[in-house]
């Protein structure tokens, strides 16, 4: 398992099972495995990441084992996680997960989801190369990049359409204009 999806599993079950035991849990939890209150807030809020003998006193504070523990934040995540409707399709197609193709073939489906079949294939999609870049790490996955993709082509509609709208105005506001300076004229 990646270090990244390790530290994500963990830290989703560390915040579900400090909910569920209370107030004052992370205070007790700190003095007893010798760590410092800030050091858990900091690997609770991913500002710091735990290593594996942190995690493991913390596991154990809550009577689990560390694989006990991965296996919940896990279930958590995927429970919450973005889907790729496309998916299948896409495997039909022999686009591995975390590849370039499979790249190309989420963000063009999330295109075509926004835009339908217009053609905007003109639009730069410069924002793309650090995500590129985490998917084929595998650091995310078909759904997270799918939410991406989806969003950044929002973005884009929603430019172009105040650009439309925009355009629109001025339209109008360049008739008025030649309607009061004709009226100007006639007077």
């Keep these: 398992m990646k270090k990244v999806k390790t530290d ?62 991965l296996a919940m934040g896990r279930e958590i995540v995927e429970s919450t996680a973005p889907i790729f409707p496309y998916s299948s399709e896409a495997d039909e197609k022999g686009y591995l997960p975390h590849t370039l193709k499979r790249v190309k073939f989420i963000w063009m489906k999330a295109k075509k ?18 995500k590129i870049e985490s998917y084929i790490k595998g650091d995310i996955d078909d759904g997270e990049f799918w939410e991406f993709a989806l969003r950044e082509w929002k973005k884009v509609k929603e430019q172009l359409d105040r650009e439309l709208r925009k355009g629109k105005e001025d339209e109008e506001m360049e008739r008025a204009w030649q309607e009061l300076l004709k009226k100007g004229e006639e007077e």
Excluded: C, P
């Design 113 to 130: 989801e926004v835009f339908g079949d217009k053609d905007v294939a003109w639009l730069f999609y410069g924002v793309l190369d650090e």
């Design 8 to 69: 994500i599993f963990f830290r989703e079950a560390f915040k579900k099972l400090l909910k569920k035991s209370g107030w004052g849990t992370q205070r007790k939890m700190a003095e007893e495995i010798k760590a410092s209150a800030q050091h858990i807030n900091d690997i609770l809020r991913g500002r710091k990441n735990a290593g594996k003998a942190m995690m493991e006193n913390i596991a154990n504070f809550f009577n689990l084992s560390l694989e006990q523990m």
